[in-house]
């Protein structure tokens, strides 16, 4: 990102382009104020990497710019590069609380929390590199999962499946064999005889 230079027409972009920045590492020079919105307000239009974040209301210097949207297509094809884990709401929840490490050294937070973080199945490693801000390591909350079950006149639980064989709906007193999908989606297959339930992470 050195010496490069971002057009912006409004301060949502401003704002962006900033975040991308601060995520890097960068910051402006000689302020800790995040978005500086009073310098857009006042003109600026052009925001300036080199060795630290500046801007400016024209491009006195005539450098190369680039307009908001091909540097946002930048990102994108960089962020390629980036590990996705998939976690819970409660895990990344924990996750942001260790990531904040109010009161305490970040190194504190990660001795602290230390058996949680053994417990999540991503790898340690991983785990440290994004609570380092490691661009490259990204952890997001899975999307919550449901699948349907009645029971029978045994009193056990069936799970609604569909059969591989027939491609029809079926049942099953297996739960790893059962339909499981999104609430929008699992609807779509109740009726009255079946009750929704979520699919804890992991089982």
Wanted: hydrophobic share 40%; charged share 25%.
């Amino acid at each position: 990102m050195t010496g490069t230079v971002v057009h912006v027409t409004t301060l949502e972009q401003w704002k962006s382009v900033l975040d991308v920045w601060y995520k890097q590492g960068h910051y402006w020079l000689f302020t800790n104020t995040k978005y500086q919105e009073s310098i857009f307000d006042d003109g600026g239009r052009y925001l300036f990497l080199d060795d630290c974040i500046t801007y400016s209301v024209s491009n006195p210097n005539s450098k190369p710019f680039i307009e908001y949207s091909e540097f946002m297509a930048q990102q994108k094809e960089d962020n390629k590069m980036t590990t996705v884990y998939e976690v819970s709401q409660s895990v990344f929840d924990e996750l942001q609380r260790i990531k904040a490490h109010e009161g305490l050294s970040l190194i504190g937070a990660i001795v602290g929390h230390a058996p949680f973080i053994k417990f999540i199945e991503v790898g340690n490693k991983a785990i440290l590199r994004y609570l380092a801000d490691d661009p490259a390591i990204e952890f997001k909350v899975k999307e919550q999962l449901y699948r349907l079950y009645l029971v029978d006149v045994l009193g056990q639980r069936n799970y609604f499946t569909i059969s591989n064989a027939t491609a029809l709906p079926d049942r099953t007193v297996v739960k790893e064999k059962a339909f499981v999908e999104t609430l929008e989606e699992i609807k779509k297959w109740q009726t009255p005889a079946w009750e929704i339930e979520e699919v804890q992470h992991g089982k």
